[in-house]
């Protein structure tokens, strides 16, 4: 009688199922991970991107952007008296912008005074010619009074006022000031000392630098160029300096 032959036995390792239970465990694993990354973002640089985007590509010649604005609205809790820290305010871009749109509209200077949106905030590019007497940093009436409006239309908004000085490339032939870096630091003094003690802008709010002739907007390739680039303009910024 022939022998039964004995099951041969089995060898050493988990269970078959213990492999499908590892790709579950694995891929759950995966999913929570992913969901961590994702909840890490940096939410700042990724605001700052958007405001980047937009100001690329949804900005109006001569104007602001059609879009809503990205920045987000301060609650009443985000408000700040008069003694607080500026670095508080969230400043409303699109609103900022559309407000002193409307009142240089209303005022027939929307040619004269252009308001874009960029990254660093909203500026606000005035003429010299509006503000000064040529090699002058004496400011005229009628730039007083549009300053001080600007001023108080939107000092409570926003974190931060940078004035910029701005000139041609042309040097300067006599006066008090020795070139147009002098002359450009000194516009910008002018206007944000008026910003302050008449416009009511917070100190800590306030900044002033003079870029001479270094960052024009067009080529001074020629009288109406140079012109463009003899400028002031008032940066509302949309964070406050860190």
């Known amino acids: 009688m022939a022998r039964k032959k004995k099951p041969p036995e089995a060898g050493p390792g988990a269970p078959l199922y213990m492999a499908t239970y590892g790709d579950m465990v694995t891929l759950v694993l995966c999913f929570f991970v992913l969901l961590f990354a994702m909840s890490s973002i940096d939410v700042e640089k990724f605001k700052m991107a958007l405001i980047s985007l937009r100001g690329s590509l949804g ?3 001569g104007g602001v952007t059609t879009e809503t604005s990205m920045e987000p609205q301060a609650s009443a809790e985000e408000e700040i008296s008069p003694g607080e820290s500026p670095q508080r305010v969230r400043m409303d871009t699109q609103n900022v912008a559309l ?17 874009t949106i960029n990254q660093r905030g909203v500026s606000v ?16 009436t009628e730039g007083q ?10 000092r409570d908004a926003v974190p931060a006022i940078a004035v910029e000085g701005h000139t041609d490339s ?11 870096w002098g002359l450009s630091a ?4 002018v206007v944000t000392s008026y910003l302050e003690s008449s416009g009511g802008a917070p100190t800590q709010k306030l900044q002033a630098v003079g870029y001479g002739p270094s960052r024009p907007v067009v080529p001074n390739d020629s009288p109406e160029h140079r012109s463009l680039n ?13």
């Open 145 to 154: 009074r549009v300053l001080f409006k600007i001023a108080t239309l939107v």
């Open 59 to 61: 900005v109006q010649k």
């Open 125 to 140: 590019s005035i003429s010299d010619q509006f503000l000064f007497d040529s090699g002058s940093a004496n400011l005229k």
């Open 230 to 242: 003899r400028r002031v303009d008032l940066v509302f910024l949309s964070q406050y300096p860190k």
């Open 186 to 189: 000194a516009r910008a003094a």
């Open 99 to 115: 407000t002193i749109e409307n009142y240089l509209r209303a005022e027939g200077l929307q040619k004269s005074i252009q308001v």
């Open 170 to 180: 042309v040097p300067l032939m006599g006066g008090i000031y020795r070139d147009n």
